[in-house]
C-alpha cells in the first residue's frame, strides 16, 4: 500500500490519477456529440502507430504543411478527422492510396492550432499535459471553440486555394479527387461544390462517416446550396448508423445531389461500423474493424480510379 502512495505521489502518477478520473468521467456521462462534430459513442483518438514506416514526407506546399506522398499525373486530396493530420491511420491511408498510382497530399488544417486535437508528437504536444487540456477541453465544452475557428471562409478555403490547388498546379497533375473522413467532409464538399477549375478538374469525391452536417450547422451555412453544387462531382458516401439520418443511404443530402444532378454519379453505402472507424477504429483489437476498414479502402480507391 506505501508503494502505492509512492507511486501515486510522483508528477507522472498524479497525472495518470487526474486524466483516468477525467476520463471515467467522460466515458460514463451522457454524450451527445464530440466537440459538434462527431455524435456520442464514436471511436475517439487513436494515436498514430510508432512502429508504421510512412512512405511520405510532411513538408511544406506554398504556405501550408502536408503530408506528401506518390508521384503520379492523378492527385487526391486527403482531409482528416477533427483530431487532425498527426493521429490515427491517416497516413497510412493516404500511402495505400498513393500505391494505387496517385500523388496524395494530405494538408495540416489544423496547422495553427499546434496541428490539432492531440497535436503532433514530434512538436511535444502528445504529451499527458496535453492530453489533460484536450479531457478538460471535453468537459468544458472549449472544443466547441475549437471547432469554430475552421470554418470554410475563409480559414480552410484560404488553404486550398493559395497552397493546394497552385501546388498541384505546378506538379502537372491532370485531375484531383477528394477524399474527406469525419470533420473533413466539410472541406471536401466545398471543395466539390467551388466553381469547376478548367485546368484542373475534379475527378471524384470520396467521404468516410461526414460529419459535414454537424459543422455546416455550427455556422449556419446554407447545406443545401452547397451539397447541390458538389454534387457535379462523381460521389461516393461511405455513412455509418451514427450519421444524421439525412446522411444515410435515402436521406436530404442523397436526394439533394440526384436533384440536382440527375445523370451524375451518386453512391451511398451504409457500414455497420461506429462513426470513426475509418481513421480511429482499432484494427488490433476488431476484426471485423481491419477487415471493413481494408474493404472500404479499397472500395475508395476503385471509385478514384474510375
Same mark, same amino acid.
Given at each position: 500500500?506505501?508503494?502505492?502512495?509512492?507511486?501515486?505521489?510522483?508528477?507522472?502518477?498524479?497525472?495518470?490519477?487526474?486524466?483516468?478520473?477525467?476520463?471515467?468521467?467522460?466515458?460514463?456521462?451522457?454524450?451527445?456529440?464530440?466537440?459538434?462534430?462527431?455524435?456520442?459513442?464514436?471511436?475517439?483518438?487513436?494515436?498514430? %502507430?510508432?512502429?508504421?514506416?510512412?512512405?511520405?514526407?510532411?513538408?511544406?506546399?506554398?504556405?501550408?504543411?502536408?503530408?506528401?506522398? @506518390?508521384? @503520379?499525373?492523378? &492527385?487526391?486530396?486527403?482531409?482528416?478527422?477533427?483530431?487532425?493530420?498527426?493521429?490515427?491511420?491517416?497516413?497510412?491511408?493516404?500511402?495505400?492510396?498513393?500505391?494505387?498510382?496517385?500523388?496524395?497530399?494530405?494538408?495540416?488544417?489544423?496547422?495553427?492550432?499546434?496541428?490539432?486535437?492531440?497535436?503532433?508528437?514530434?512538436?511535444?504536444?502528445?504529451?499527458?499535459?496535453?492530453?489533460?487540456?484536450?479531457?478538460?477541453?471535453?468537459?468544458?465544452?472549449?472544443?466547441?471553440?475549437? !471547432?469554430?475557428?475552421?470554418?470554410?471562409?475563409?480559414?480552410?478555403?484560404?488553404?486550398?486555394?493559395?497552397?493546394?490547388?497552385?501546388?498541384?498546379?505546378?506538379?502537372?497533375?491532370?485531375?484531383? @479527387?477528394?477524399?474527406?473522413?469525419?470533420?473533413?467532409?466539410?472541406?471536401?464538399?466545398?471543395?466539390?461544390?467551388?466553381? $469547376?477549375?478548367? %485546368?484542373?478538374?475534379? $475527378?471524384?469525391?470520396?467521404?468516410?462517416?461526414?460529419?459535414?452536417?454537424?459543422?455546416?450547422?455550427?455556422?449556419?451555412?446554407?447545406?443545401?446550396?452547397?451539397?447541390?453544387?458538389?454534387?457535379?462531382?462523381?460521389?461516393?458516401?461511405?455513412?455509418?448508423? !451514427?450519421?444524421?439520418?439525412?446522411?444515410?443511404? @435515402?436521406?436530404?443530402?442523397?436526394?439533394? !445531389?440526384? %436533384? &440536382?444532378?440527375?445523370?451524375?454519379?451518386?453512391?451511398?453505402?451504409?457500414?455497420?461500423?461506429?462513426?470513426?472507424?475509418?481513421?480511429?477504429?482499432?484494427?488490433?483489437?476488431?476484426?471485423?474493424?481491419?477487415? %471493413?476498414?481494408?474493404?472500404?479502402?479499397?472500395?475508395?480507391?476503385?471509385?478514384?480510379?474510375?
Amino acid at each position: 500500500m506505501d508503494s502505492l502512495w509512492t507511486a501515486l505521489a510522483t508528477p507522472l502518477g498524479v497525472c495518470t490519477t487526474v486524466a483516468a478520473g477525467l476520463l471515467g468521467y467522460l466515458l460514463l456521462r451522457p454524450k451527445k456529440q464530440i466537440g459538434e462534430c462527431c455524435p456520442g459513442q464514436s471511436h475517439g483518438f487513436l494515436p498514430q %502507430d510508432d512502429g508504421y514506416a510512412c512512405k511520405g514526407t510532411v513538408q511544406r506546399i506554398k504556405s501550408a504543411s502536408a503530408y506528401v506522398v @506518390g508521384d @503520379g499525373p492523378k &492527385a487526391v486530396v486527403l482531409v482528416h478527422d477533427i483530431f487532425g493530420l498527426h493521429t490515427g491511420r491517416l497516413k497510412q491511408i493516404a500511402d495505400e492510396i498513393a500505391s494505387s498510382g496517385f500523388t496524395v497530399v494530405a494538408p495540416d488544417f489544423f496547422e495553427s492550432c499546434e496541428g490539432g486535437l492531440f497535436g503532433r508528437r514530434d512538436l511535444g504536444y502528445s504529451t499527458p499535459r496535453s492530453m489533460l487540456s484536450f479531457l478538460w477541453a471535453m468537459i468544458t465544452g472549449s472544443v466547441k471553440s475549437y !471547432m469554430r475557428e475552421h470554418p470554410w471562409d475563409p480559414a480552410c478555403e484560404r488553404i486550398w486555394t493559395e497552397s493546394v490547388v497552385p501546388w498541384l498546379k505546378e506538379r502537372h497533375c491532370t485531375s484531383v @479527387g477528394l477524399v474527406g473522413f469525419c470533420w473533413g467532409a466539410y472541406v471536401t464538399v466545398h471543395a466539390a461544390a467551388r466553381q $469547376a477549375d478548367t %485546368d484542373l478538374p475534379l $475527378a471524384a469525391h470520396v467521404m468516410y462517416h461526414p460529419s459535414y452536417a454537424h459543422v455546416a450547422a455550427l455556422f449556419g451555412e446554407d447545406q443545401e446550396a452547397t451539397v447541390r453544387a458538389a454534387a457535379k462531382v462523381p460521389t461516393q458516401v461511405y455513412s455509418t448508423s !451514427m450519421e444524421p439520418k439525412s446522411w444515410r443511404p @435515402g436521406g436530404q443530402a442523397e436526394r439533394w !445531389m440526384r %436533384d &440536382a444532378h440527375p445523370e451524375g454519379v451518386v453512391q451511398w453505402h451504409q457500414e455497420k461500423q461506429m462513426h470513426g472507424f475509418m481513421t480511429r477504429g482499432n484494427m488490433k483489437r476488431s476484426l471485423s474493424v481491419a477487415e %471493413d476498414v481494408q474493404r472500404c479502402l479499397k472500395g475508395g480507391i476503385a471509385f478514384l480510379s474510375s
